[in-house]
């Protein structure tokens, strides 16, 4: 499903894009022996670092995990190279460049909030080094069929369109009038009304609709009033954690009484270590493209056990960044399970091109489709999404979200106005 997205402009990411042309490619990154070098991108400093701080231990975990089961191509090693996008889409470009040129890593693994502001340079300039992530940062590259080197290991949806999955969900419920509330960027945006054209489908009324805030705003006194006098009874907000939560006790001191408040993020470990937090998230839906640990399957067990070894993670529950740097971390694993351990950049990608049988280990309730890129739902696990609400002290799957899945809405352009 959609997440939150990124900051700044488009302009200051082109005007960079322009300097990176003729820059070269990733000469050499395509050795087929000794370890493989696997470049991270991800927030290491900024505004976003403290969102993405798990994600370097969720990709080693995954790679340590492999080793330890005696995974197909375990012996050729792995060296994991970090790059900072320093929380903003020029930094994503330097980055990149970075990993790319200077590095020669084998393979990216976009773990961004801003990775939108490399799109361009990873799909035409480095076009020959495979990128496998997250494609929640709104960026067009990851469905433009001439970007054949971009493979979205979860949230693959075209955020120009909108699907089902939402106002089924809130139908369900009894739902009878949507807020969406959005940060003024490219995803975040789009994801919000994306969800209103989706509960307007399903028979809801639109509501109260703010696709304009400022990144990481806690000031929602206005917001709470505008939704409160608007009657919506249903919330997404497509959101950092904080920003939610601010959301939630604004309308729980105001006396509104919601049938669903969905966060895009929060899920995780981190929520539940803070009492004051727990207070004020409850009843709260979280969404997830994989399945929550407390689902209590076998791929989620061997995932939560993978994490308290691996990651330290004294609940084996993860954070968003562990589990997209985990789940970016498995889809090369897979590719080069299927191309071959010593498959050269271009043959790991016509693997990848051409398979349909990824499901994250499990954690995904149908396979990843790579093989049309440029449709609706690409990669990841479709247009679904599993909802835990919080109880207590711990997350409970809501049985209506278990997943939710939808469909494409026909004829139906997101734009944001």
């Not at 939150?4 to 082109?14: E, F, N, P």
């Not at 945006?189 to 703010?210: F, I, P, Q, T, W």
Request: with cysteine; net charge positive.
């Amino acid at each position: 499903m959609r997440r939150v997205g990124a900051i700044a402009t488009w302009t200051s990411a082109a005007a960079l894009l322009l300097a990176a042309c003729g820059s070269g490619g990733s000469a050499g990154a395509s050795s087929t022996s000794g370890p493989v070098k696997v470049g991270v991108l991800t927030s290491l400093s900024g505004a976003a670092a403290a969102h993405y701080a798990d994600t370097e231990s969720g990709v080693k975990a995954r790679l340590a995990a492999y080793k330890a089961a005696g995974g197909k191509c375990a012996s050729r090693g792995f060296d994991v190279v970090m790059g900072d996008d320093q929380s903003t889409p020029q930094g994503a470009l330097t980055a990149a460049q970075r990993l790319v040129q200077q590095k020669q890593v084998y393979a990216v693994l976009p773990v961004s909030t801003y990775f939108y502001g490399a799109g361009q340079y990873a799909g035409t300039q480095a076009g020959g080094t495979p990128f496998l992530g997250g494609a929640f940062d709104g960026g067009e590259q990851w469905f433009d069929p001439k970007y054949d080197n971009l493979f979205p290991a979860m949230s693959g949806t075209d955020y120009d369109r909108a699907a089902t999955t939402l106002g089924a969900y809130w139908k369900k419920l009894g739902g009878t009038k949507v807020a969406v509330v959005a940060y003024n960027t490219p995803s975040s945006a789009k994801a919000a009304e994306g969800a209103a054209v989706s509960a307007e489908h399903a028979g809801l009324d639109r509501g109260y609709v703010n696709e304009r805030i400022p990144f990481g705003s806690s000031d929602v006194g206005p917001i709470v009033l505008g939704i409160k006098k608007s009657g919506a009874d249903v919330l997404y907000a497509p959101v950092i954690p904080e920003t939610g939560f601010a959301l939630a006790t604004g309308l729980r001191r105001a006396g509104v009484k919601m049938k669903s408040i969905l966060l895009a993020t929060g899920y995780g470990a981190d929520l539940l270590k803070s009492p004051p937090t727990l207070k004020v998230a409850q009843g709260v839906g979280f969404m997830t493209s994989y399945a929550p640990v407390e689902k209590n399957t076998e791929a989620t067990r061997t995932w939560s056990e993978a994490l308290k070894k691996y990651a330290k993670s004294a609940s084996g529950i993860p954070s968003f960044s562990q589990a997209v740097g985990w789940i970016s971390a498995d889809l090369l694993l897979h590719g080069l399970e299927k191309a071959g351990c010593s498959a050269s950049q271009n043959e790991l990608m016509a693997a990848l091109r051409a398979d349909k049988s990824w499901t994250a280990g499990g954690l995904f309730p149908q396979p990843a489709d790579f093989r049309n890129k440029g449709s609706y739902s690409v990669g990841g696990p479709g247009d679904c999404t599993f909802i835990s609400l919080l109880k207590g002290e711990k997350f409970v799957p809501d049985p209506a979200g278990a997943p939710a899945c939808g469909e494409q809405i026909s004829g139906v352009k997101v734009t944001v106005k």
